[in-house]
């Protein structure tokens, strides 16, 4: 069995938690993106559904 000193094994969780930080990071922002994206359409939508209206308020 290979031997570590603690210093070693602090090392070792350290950097594995840094990897795993780094991939949740990476995740929040194509989360953040999608998001973004998703906003903008809706508004997109909500623009369109404004103009239905007005065109409906004006033939009735």
Excluded: P, V
Aim: aromatic content about 2%; cysteine-free; proline content about 0%.
């Amino acid at each position: 069995m290979i031997s570590m000193t603690l210093e070693e094994h602090i090392e070792a969780i350290n950097k594995i938690n840094n990897q795993k930080i780094d991939e949740l990071i990476d995740r929040l922002g194509k989360a953040r993106k999608s998001a973004d994206k998703a906003i903008e359409s809706l508004h997109e939508e909500q623009e369109l559904l404004d103009k239905l209206k007005e065109r409906n308020d004006r033939i009735f």
